[in-house]
T-cell receptor, first 112, second 109 residues
Framework: ETGVTQTPRHLVMGMTNKKSLKCEQH?????MYWYKQSAKKPLELMFV???????ENNSVPSRFSPECPNSSHLFLHLHTLQPEDSALYLC???????????FGPGTRLTVL | EDQVTQSPEALRLQEGESSSLNCSYT??????LFWYRQDPGKGPEFLFT???AGEEKEKERLKATLTKKESFLHITAPKPEDSATYLC??????????FGTGTRLQVFP
């Protein structure tokens, strides 16, 4: 595996389900990010981790819960989501915070 | 308030017809400007980083330039495979990346 990988690529869930998105980077980077991409809107930064420590949380609802167990892995735990949370969720990494970011392919999430 | 505006929203070109995409920004203390390419159903692919006014970078048919207020992505003699959405992002205070909404480019043979 190379670059940034994300699983699953597609996810359909009900409003009462609990699921997790996984991201893994194979680039030896020290910072990881979660973004939300909705149609006709700019990418929205959700969370930033630097050296496994959360350094930014952009007013994201508590139904989204990130976890960074080590510098290569990042999770986004989802529970009791709303239909408006349907979007493409992108993971990215960079050597250090502020450097150019490299993105994974994204998880297309649909909340019914 | 930090802001990034890209224009046009969509652009249709004939193969070989050169053009430019614009990224205007308002940000306090620009630390860097990034261009990305995004294909449908995929994550953004990094293209360029520009740090200071007057800087230029090139890659194949693409050239990015930067002034104090805007950046241009020039596409010379585009091919159908250049069709994608091109995203601009600026790095402002505390390394936060602010993205524009993108320009959707379609190149027809």
């Amino acid at each position: 595996e190379t670059g940034v990988t994300q699983t699953p690529r597609h996810l359909v869930m009900g409003m009462t389900n609990k699921k997790s998105l996984k991201c893994e980077q194979h680039l030896g980077h020290n910072a990881m990010y979660w973004y939300k991409q909705s149609a006709k809107k700019p990418l929205e930064l959700m969370f930033v981790y630097s050296l496994e420590e959360r350094v930014e949380n952009n007013s994201v609802p508590s139904r989204f819960s990130p976890e960074c167990p080590n510098s290569s892995h990042l999770f986004l735990h989802l529970h009791t989501l709303q239909p408006e949370d349907s979007a493409l969720y992108l993971c990215a990494s960079s050597q250090w915070r502020g450097d150019e970011q490299f993105f994974g392919p994204g998880t297309r999430l649909t909340v019914l | 308030e930090d802001q990034v505006t890209q224009s046009p929203e969509a652009l249709r070109l004939q193969e070989g017809e050169s053009s430019s995409l614009n990224c205007s920004y308002t940000v306090s203390g620009l630390r860097g400007l990034f261009w990305y390419r995004q294909d449908p159903g995929k994550g953004p692919e990094f293209l360029f980083t520009l740090y200071s006014a007057g800087e230029e970078k090139e890659k194949e048919r693409l050239k990015a330039t930067l002034t104090k207020k805007e950046s241009f992505l020039h596409i010379t003699a585009p091919k159908p495979e250049d069709s994608a959405t091109y995203l601009c992002a600026v790095q402002a205070r505390a390394d936060k990346l602010i993205f524009g909404t993108g320009t959707r480019l379609q190149v027809f043979p």
